[in-house]
């Protein structure tokens, strides 16, 4: 893993500093080393996270007329060399980087179709002097870029792009209105300060004299399922444990999350295996808080803890585990953190916590494996199950959007408000394949498929790859393996929901991994504190704020409303701000991290 950054300028001369600049700025991404490649028209950066092949991998790496900077990881880089030996390629090293350098000179755009992995890259071809900028079929690795006068600019992280003179922190309504009616998501492709985009997912871009042109070259196809039940399940595991297996290839030392849910369990239990085949014991890690036990209290969407779980998991697979356990204050004060590594107002303290986590694995691992977006694949959460909420005009995990819209400064009707956000979930959904005759159902279930994948599970990954890549360390994410996914969009609903459990089809599929109580846990939320003095702090921290001199936060946010939420203790908004996430505390604190935001970034609001 690594951050690419760089700019490309038909009519005016490169500043070549401000290029360093932009490249040191994200130093955390990458810490190992840094390399440049220079030309009157071109100039590229890298920052290297060294995972495979320490001494081969080195870039901006050149072949021929091409020049390349890549962050991510192939997965079937063996595959993809093997093609281009066939084609009479040959190889300095065994770097997944030389493999893709020379897969596109080959095959040219139609390479990224080769690739299994989570990357982001960019290709300067100095013979036609056209850029290339690719995304991952999920987009779990990040590329933002922006349009200035004669050229372009593109880098892993907002932040290096806003060093740009050319490149304003301004945002117009839309931006203000993502803030506020659809964060911590943002609209497909927007990087919600006016100047700057987001290459969707799935997504290639080449920039030339021309301007810049931007295809898909990846789609959710509705196929028929043929498979019975039974087949079905051994597929799906099939599927999950090559999806496993491959992501654990790694020059450097790798460990596991480990939660005690069924997912980061799976994940970790096929990796300990394979580990012992080796003759090494895997490292798994789980997050708690301080005086947890004593303040939890069962609820819906959190029937019980989760460490009892992670032992008696970390036992069963024979795990060397740790347990890293935060305290609330210390939770607070990295809300700050967690908006620089996110560039934006993000999941508050589950951003936060997850900052923290990360942090204490770097001290041993460089590569982490995680059981994201089994969830949003097989259907565990409440909005695929609820008829109420599946058929939810709009995005099923943000039912508050006339809430919401009080809020703004220059409050919005409930019409108005939903409108803004409808447009997004109109455009998301207008991608949907179906098949002839499907039900009514089964149609909403391809459509919350799309959803999630499109804006659910990228806000969770940009969590992910923002909160370890702040310290170099590399997070993996098996679930997002497209062959899972293509294969997942097309299962039947009544298969993923086997014995009418949350992902009862993996869970079937999967007997004999895991113990019987973990496998057939009911589903347990990232977790969080459940102290009541965070509520408490935040408030006052919150109320500190609107009653400031110099307050920012009141030129996006209708202070009487918030006034008035603080002072009935969020009894006056009623419902989640996203998903079971981000209750009462969590509003709180996203507008803290917002405040933080208009002053570290400077921005700019017009509207």
């Known amino acids: 893993m690594c951050s690419i950054t760089g700019e490309i300028n038909y009519k005016n001369k490169i500043d070549t500093e401000l290029l360093r600049k932009m490249n040191n700025l994200l130093a955390p991404r990458g810490p190992d080393d840094e390399g440049f490649y220079f030309e009157d028209n071109a100039c590229l950066a890298h920052r290297r996270l060294a995972v495979v092949d320490l001494e081969n991998g ?32 040959g190889f300095l090293g ?4 030389e493999v893709v350098l020379k897969a596109f000179a080959e095959f040219g755009e139609k390479s990224v179709e080769m690739f299994n992995g989570i990357f982001a890259f960019a290709v300067w071809n100095s013979r036609t002097q056209t850029l290339f900028l690719a995304r991952d079929r999920i987009g779990v690795k990040p590329l ?19 060093l740009h003179p050319e490149i304003k922190p301004i945002i117009d309504f839309n931006g203000a209105a993502q803030i506020m009616l659809t964060g911590p998501a943002k609209f497909t492709g927007s990087g919600v300060f006016r100047d700057i985009s987001d ?38 595991k099939k599927l999950i444990t090559d999806a496993v297996k491959r992501q654990l290839v790694s020059d450097v030392p790798l460990c596991t999350f480990l939660s005690g849910g069924l997912d980061s369990s799976l994940i970790s239990a096929i990796a300990a295996e394979e580990f012992r085949s080796r003759g090494k014991t895997l490292s798994t ?28 998991m970390a036992r069963f697979i024979g795990s060397e585990h740790h347990g890293v356990e935060l305290d609330t204050p210390a939770l607070a004060d990295a809300l700050e953190d967690a908006v620089y590594a996110r560039d934006l107002p993000g999941m508050a303290d ?82 949907v394949e179906y098949l002839d005759g ?130 009935t203790n969020g009894a006056s908004f009623t419902k989640n701000w996203y998903g079971q996430l981000m209750t009462v505390p969590q509003i709180y604190a996203y507008f803290l991290q917002t405040e933080f935001w208009l002053r570290k970034y400077n921005v700019i609001v017009k509207y």
Request: aromatic share 12%; with cysteine.
């Open 58 to 89: 080195k870039q901006p790496m050149r072949f021929g007329d091409f020049t390349l900077v890549y962050n991510g990881e192939l997965y079937n880089t063996e595959e993809v060399r093997k093609s281009l030996l066939e084609r009479g390629y």
């Open 94 to 97: 065994h770097s997944d980087t």
């Open 144 to 162: 933002f870029y922006a349009e200035i006068d004669g050229g372009i600019v593109f880098a892993s992280e907002i932040k290096a792009l806003l």
């Open 199 to 236: 290459l969707p997912a799935a997504h290639y871009a080449t920039f030339s004299r021309k301007g810049l042109e931007i295809k898909q070259y990846w789609r959710l196809k509705a196929e028929r399922h043929t498979e019975n039940f039974t087949e079905t399940a051994e597929h799906t």
């Open 285 to 312: 890690y789980s997050i708690d808080y301080k005086n947890n036990h004593e303040n939890f209290r069962a609820s819906a969407f959190q029937p019980d803890e989760d460490a009892p779980y992670v032992l008696e």
């Open 350 to 431: 589950v951003d936060s916590s997850l900052y923290l986590f990360c942090r204490e694995i770097k001290r041993d691992f460089t590569v982490a494996l995680s059981g994201e977006c089994a969830d949003e694949i097989f259907g565990g959460y409440p909005w695929y199950h609820k008829k109420d909420v599946l058929h939810y005009d709009g995005f099923p995990w943000a039912t508050s959007v006339p809430e919401r819209g009080l809020l703004m400064k220059k409050p919005l009707s409930a019409e108005e408000a939903e409108g803004f956000v409808r447009g997004a979930y109109n455009k998301c959904l207008s991608g």
């Open 438 to 567: 499907e039900s009514a159902d089964d149609r909403r279930m391809r459509e919350m498929f799309k959803l999630n994948l499109d804006y659910f599970m990228a806000t969770l990954l940009d969590r992910k790859d923002r909160m370890s890549m702040a310290h170099g360390l590399e997070v993996r994410v098996p679930f997002c393996d497209y062959r899972l996914v293509e294969y997942a969009y097309n299962i039947p609903a009544n298969y993923k929901n086997y014995r009418g459990r949350e992902k009862g089809l993996v869970r079937f599929a999967m007997e004999g991994v895991l113990p019987e109580d973990v496998l057939w846990r009911k589903k347990s939320p990232y977790p969080k504190t459940h102290n009541p003095n965070y509520m408490e702090l935040l408030s006052k921290r919150l109320t500190d704020v609107l009653n400031s001199e110099d307050c920012r936060l009141v030129e996006l946010v209708n202070a009487d409303e918030l006034r008035k939420m603080l002072a």
